[in-house]
């Protein structure tokens, strides 16, 4: 199963630019978790943010919480090629042990 | 941080055979691993839970007579593709939860499965 939806589906920008990925969720949650993929490679864990939390930062990123609406945002600042990847969002159970349900992924292309 | 590993990396197996995958810990002791699939430009699904000492628990849609689990110790949980298809062709990613911080998740590198 999974949460919910990430909107854009696919992102195309220039380098430089910042890019936003938003990610959809249905059930409580205690963290939620962003990840990268790189075509064909395993996932990445980018930031850990928990429900009690609103905004939390690493690096040039950014990603926000909105408990009320069920909702995250991760953006990249001063995107570079490299950034090039699929992003993903995961979300946890209230109880430990859970496992991670993923959201549909945003496709980031970052052409320099 | 903690590892986890995966063996093998990429597997390609012939139609109607069998395929194990290895899902290990390697420095710390998981109670819980998870089994997930990645179809092509897909994101992952939750295959099956898996916990040390007991049957693991499918999500619905996948047939566990097909996708055989094995946790038989608190690093190793095992899946095996019995009968493969073309159409297992596959990702397969597993993660395990720290036996003494449940809330932390580790991901494998993810086996490659391709069935001819």
């Known amino acids: 199963s999974q949460q919910g939806e990430e909107d854009p589906q696919a992102l195309s920008i220039q380098e430089g630019e910042n890019a936003t990925m938003n990610c959809s969720y249905k059930?409580?949650?205690?963290?939620l978790q962003w990840y990268r993929q790189n075509s064909g490679r395993g996932l990445v864990h980018l930031i850990l943010?928990?429900?009690?939390?609103r905004e939390k930062h690493s690096g040039r990123l950014r990603v926000t919480l909105d408990t009320s609406k069920k909702s995250s945002s991760l953006l990249i600042t001063a995107s570079r090629a490299a950034d090039t990847a699929s992003y993903f969002c995961a979300t946890d159970g209230v109880q430990a042990g859970t496992a991670l349900i993923f959201g549909k992924g945003t496709t980031l292309s970052v052409s320099s | 941080g903690a590892v986890v590993s995966q063996h093998p990396s990429r597997v390609i197996c012939k139609s109607g055979t069998s395929v194990k995958i290895e899902c290990r810990s390697l420095d710390f002791q998981a109670t819980t691993m998870f089994w997930y699939r990645q179809f092509p430009k897909q994101s992952l699904m939750l295959m099956a839970t898996s916990n040390e000492g007991s049957k693991a628990t499918y999500e619905q849609g996948v047939e566990k007579d097909k996708f055989l689990i094995n946790h038989a110790s608190l690093t190793l949980s095992t899946l095996t593709v019995t009968s493969a298809h073309p159409e297992d062709s596959s990702f397969y990613i597993c993660?395990?939860?720290?036996?003494?911080?449940?809330?932390?998740?580790?991901f494998g590198p993810g086996t490659r499965l391709t069935v001819t």
């Open positions: 943010i928990r429900s009690n939390e």
């Open positions: 993660s395990a939860n720290d036996r003494y911080n449940s809330y932390e998740q580790y």
């Open positions: 059930t409580s949650i205690n963290n």
